[in-house]
């Protein structure tokens, strides 16, 4: 079984900056894609920033430029620097690894989450 844990989360200031951390446990081959998905109060979950083991990424358009994706050497880790931070980047963060191959094959997983909230 695969299990995330995040940490990171907390309170700040608009403008300041915070780094998400996620890190994933159990017997693993490997991990394909991680990810942070976020999710605001009455909105949909969101991608933020996507990471393959080679190292490509993806980020939504409305973080361009303030938030960074990396991978850790392990490949089991994941983090996101988030920088600039608005109030509307308040919100409950989630950290995915997609496609990961274990011994039972290959799964899907997701973090409890961390909560981010930015005042204004």
């Known amino acids: 079984q695969v299990q995330l844990v995040e940490s990171g989360g907390g309170l700040v200031q608009a403008g300041d900056s915070l780094r998400l951390s996620c890190k994933a446990s159990?017997?693993?081959?490997?991990?394909?894609?991680m990810g942070w998905y976020r999710q605001a109060p009455g909105k949909q979950r969101e991608l933020v920033a996507s990471?393959?083991?080679?190292?490509?990424?993806v980020y939504a358009d409305s973080v361009k430029g303030r938030i960074t994706i990396s991978r850790g050497d392990a490949k089991n880790t994941v983090y996101q620097q988030m920088n600039s931070l608005k109030h509307d980047n308040t919100a409950i963060y989630y950290c995915?690894?997609?496609?990961?191959?274990?011994?039972?094959?290959?799964?899907?997983?997701w973090g409890q989450g961390t909560q981010v909230t930015v005042s204004s």
């Open positions: 990471i393959t083991s080679g190292g490509s990424t």
């Open positions: 995915n690894a997609n496609r990961v191959r274990t011994t039972i094959g290959t799964v899907d997983s």
């Open positions: 159990g017997i693993i081959f490997s991990i394909n894609v």
